[in-house]
């Protein structure tokens, strides 16, 4: 009875708390008038009183006089026997108020602040649980717990004030979110749709450009063709010529008595005509050369003979005019020959007082390393002969080369060039603006909430550095950890989607195929959101080993909106 009258004051002290509430505190008023009255009533008939520990509602189930059903319904007992302390019921039900029963739960009415349970083990045990006192017997020796629920009330009540009005400001913000991301999507939709006209002009611009490139290369192809076709019968012009003096200076150096005519005799110097390599040319390897004949003139030499051996042949002039050392010792063997004069190393075996001789090629050559040159002139002279080969070398190569184009194919080229670069830049800017289109696109697919209110956390990064590592979450694009110590940046995942419960998908958010855990899975985070004034990374964790969650919070989920003096709350989204 005490009870319901706390109660109903209770009620109207809400009544002057608040007069934008007035409504809701009169109907508590009222219902809590026809509860006492009830009441009055029942404990007048019954007069029974509400046992310790149990609460509000679950009075009426101790209401008998005579008999008391456990909780359970396992076993009925006196009424007297709840909170004899002592336990007769297995779901400790008959004892409420004492710590009698192992399982017991004593209830804290706890008025002016929150009601709340406790084990009945902490029923006068000498510690204050309930902030209304009542778990502690009264009496002497008992310990002095103080009502403080009040107070408790107070400060609860402030604190959830202050929690309303930054949810309030949170929901401020969501709206502001809410209006910037609807504008961000209609401006991205018309960039896209600019740029779509874009892309068609440029379209027209590249084709038109595609074509005159290809005006512009069919004249070039053309003349570059016929240069190149030009050069080429040139070219096998040369090497017919240079054949034909190869064969001509064949024939003279094999010619050596100059009669016209090669004879066998006149192969024997030539080992690349040893056919059974026994280290000499006979006589009828040398006539086997020639076809079985004595001699040949100079067209049989070159329309048979030549054809024959010109894969073979080795010219002994050339031979020396190759040598790529300088000249040392004459070597064994068929000493005054004309390739015997092998130049070695100059090494421990190099004497320049030998006999370089080179079989005469030319009167220059025949004083080429003369016996009475000294070292250091042997060697100038070699080293001149180097040059000069290097030189013809080169020279022989630049004839191959293909020669310039003449002045009007230069100009068919230079047309071509520019409208090559023409079509390139037409082609560029179609791939840029195609390139365009397409981030916007994507950015456009992103589910950016139901109202786009997640839509100013794009582009944006948020951090949280703990002992170890700084952690990034860059919304709706990757997360990643960087040591503190330094080093490079590790991908935690890219963004996935949201993964929130279906009624609340979007208070989690999920990045996935970070970089690959070594023996474990790719990392990923899930990052849970709440209501916050600012958008701020307020804690990353590893719960399990390269899987991470981030907590973070943001205006864009401050959804509910709350009178502070009624606690009314208004969760539309709808601006
Ligand atoms: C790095 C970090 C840690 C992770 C280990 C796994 O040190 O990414 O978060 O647990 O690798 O080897």
Redesign the pocket.
């Known amino acids: 009875m005490a009870t319901c009258v706390e109660e109903q004051k209770d009620a109207m002290s809400k009544i002057s708390f608040s007069t934008n509430g007035l409504k809701m505190s009169v109907k508590s008023y009222i219902f809590m008038t026809i509860i006492c009255f009830w009441s009055v009533i029942s404990v007048a008939t019954e007069s029974v009183p509400r046992p310790r520990g149990v609460s509000l509602t679950n009075e009426p189930l101790y209401r008998d006089t005579e008999w008391f059903t456990c909780l359970d319904g396992s076993r009925r007992i006196r009424r007297n026997l709840v909170n004899d302390d002592y336990c007769d019921c297995i779901d400790s039900s008959d004892e409420p108020g004492t710590s009698a029963c192992p399982l017991g739960k004593f209830h804290c009415n706890n008025r002016g602040f929150r009601p709340k349970y406790i084990p009945t083990s902490r029923v006068n045990d000498g510690i204050c649980d309930c902030c209304d006192a009542s778990d502690e017997y009264k009496g002497e020796g008992a310990i002095k717990c103080v009502n403080n629920c009040r107070e408790l009330g107070k400060a609860d009540l402030e604190r959830r004030k202050q929690e309303i009005i930054l949810m309030n400001q949170g929901f401020e913000v969501r709206q502001e979110y809410i209006k910037q991301g609807a504008e961000k999507k209609v401006e991205r939709e018309e960039s896209i749709t600019k740029l779509r006209e874009e892309k068609e002009l440029a379209d027209q611009i590249k084709e038109e450009k595609d074509k005159l490139k290809q005006e512009a290369e069919a004249p070039e192809t053309e003349a570059k063709d016929a240069h190149k076709k030009l050069w080429e019968a040139q070219l096998e012009l040369l090497k017919a010529t240079k054949e034909k003096q190869k064969t001509s200076d064949a024939f003279d150096e094999l010619d050596l008595d100059g009669n016209g005519r090669v004879s066998p005799d006149e192969l024997l110097n030539h080992k690349e005509f040893d056919a059974d390599g026994d280290g000499v040319v006979s006589e009828d390897e040398a006539k086997a050369v020639l076809k079985g004949l004595d001699q040949a003139q100079k067209s049989t030499f070159t329309d048979i003979i030549w054809p024959s051996i010109k894969g073979k042949f080795i010219s002994l002039q050339q031979d020396q005019s190759d040598e790529t050392t300088p000249p040392t010792t004459q070597e064994e063997g068929d000493g005054g020959e004309p390739y015997e004069g092998d130049m070695g190393d100059p090494g421990d075996d190099y004497d320049p007082g030998e006999d370089v001789d080179d079989a005469g090629d030319e009167e220059d050559d025949d004083e080429e390393y003369d016996k009475d040159m000294d070292e250091e002139a042997i060697m100038e002279k070699y080293r001149r002969n180097q040059q000069e080969k290097e030189k013809k070398e080169k020279g022989g190569e630049d004839e191959e080369a293909m020669p310039e184009y003449d002045e009007a194919t230069q100009v068919l080229i230079e047309a071509a060039d520019i409208a090559r670069d023409d079509f390139k830049a037409a082609e560029k800017r179609s791939n840029d603006i195609k390139r365009s289109i397409e981030d916007l696109e994507k950015l456009l697919r992103v589910d950016l909430g139901p109202h786009q209110e997640f839509q100013p956390l794009q582009n944006q990064c948020f951090e949280f550095t703990d002992r170890e590592?700084t952690y990034k979450l860059c919304p709706f694009d990757k997360t990643s950890?960087r040591p503190k110590t330094g080093g490079s940046e590790?991908s935690?995942g890219t963004w996935g989607q949201w993964e929130g419960p279906v009624e609340n998908r979007y208070i989690k958010m999920k990045y996935s195929g970070g970089?690959n855990?070594?023996n474990?899975p790719d990392?990923s985070t899930m990052v849970i959101l709440r209501c916050g004034t600012e958008n701020k990374l307020l804690a990353a964790s590893?719960p399990e080993?390269?899987t991470?969650e981030f907590e973070f919070e943001t205006p864009a989920l401050c959804t509910i909106k709350t009178d502070p003096q009624t606690g009314e709350t208004d969760n539309h989204d709808e601006l």
């Open positions: 590592y950890q590790t935690l970089k855990c070594w474990g990392r590893e080993r390269c991470y």
